[in-house]
């Protein structure tokens, strides 16, 4: 008997599994369990610190190997909390190079595309924070939040859909995304599947913690 942080019972049965080398997605778990399986030191600019908690992502990834779900099956139960969802950003770095471990043509569409419109839309972020003297970082922080409880309040496959369409295009102003152009009818089918429900409203939400600037992954790939 035992306590899982994707499940809301209290308290239930859990076992231990042993999770092979021939799953799809076995790259995912290895690169959870190499850069998620620890805790973390985050130093502020004032030199204080402070510890980032180890995360359940590897334990729930090979929970949903093994049981032949979805690699993302039930993430969005690590961020129903705000304070979860706030230590999972401090993750980014190794979040995203679980995201870089992907293999599934699929979910590569959905979450290079959620990339793309976050990128463009803290560009926007930025613009506005420069032309009126506001805190980009507070503006930054605002909008995940919004966003995370947008997706997680989604309830049908057309809404989901819809909404991911709908920040896409803010992103551009109304204009093309690239990788959404690149695999139009890749996202499409995909997106307005009612099956893959749960598995996108997953992935956009992981998409959210594991996006990491251009700058980070240079700096990360020095070190």
């Given at each position: 008997m035992g306590q899982v942080a994707w499940d809301k019972n209290q308290i239930n049965r859990s076992i231990s599994v042993k999770v092979g080398g021939d799953y799809e997605e076995i790259g995912v778990f290895r690169a959870a369990k190499q850069y998620l399986?620890?805790?973390?030191?985050?130093?502020?600019?004032?030199?204080?610190?402070?510890?980032?908690?180890?995360?359940?992502?590897?334990e729930l990834i090979a929970a949903n190997l093994a049981a032949k779900r979805h690699w993302c099956g039930h993430f969005k139960e690590l961020l129903a909390e705000k304070k979860d969802f706030r230590n999972l950003l401090f993750r980014k770095g190794g979040l995203h190079k679980v995201a870089n471990a992907i293999k599934n043509k699929e979910d590569i569409a959905i979450i290079r595309a959620f990339h793309k419109a976050w990128e463009m839309t803290m560009g926007q972020m930025g613009e506005r924070a420069r032309e009126n003297n506001l805190d980009f970082g507070r503006l930054v922080e605002v909008r995940q939040e919004k966003i995370?409880?947008?997706?997680?309040?989604?309830?049908?496959?057309?809404?989901?859909?819809?909404?991911?369409?709908?920040?896409?295009?803010?992103?551009?102003?109304?204009?093309?995304?690239?990788?959404i152009r690149e695999d139009a009818e890749l996202i499409r089918d995909f997106i307005f599947n009612r099956r893959n429900f749960d598995?996108?409203?997953?992935?956009l939400l992981?998409?959210?913690?594991?996006?990491?600037?251009?700058?980070?992954?240079k700096e990360t790939n020095k070190n």
């Open positions: 399986g620890k805790s973390k030191f985050i130093k502020m600019k004032d030199g204080k610190s402070f510890s980032v908690p180890e995360t359940s992502i590897p995370r409880n947008e997706i997680l309040r989604l309830k049908t496959s057309e809404a989901t859909a819809n909404w991911f369409l709908k920040f896409c295009a803010d992103a551009t102003k109304g204009g093309s995304l690239a990788p598995r996108l409203q997953n992935l992981f998409g959210l913690v594991s996006y990491e600037s251009h700058k980070n992954n």
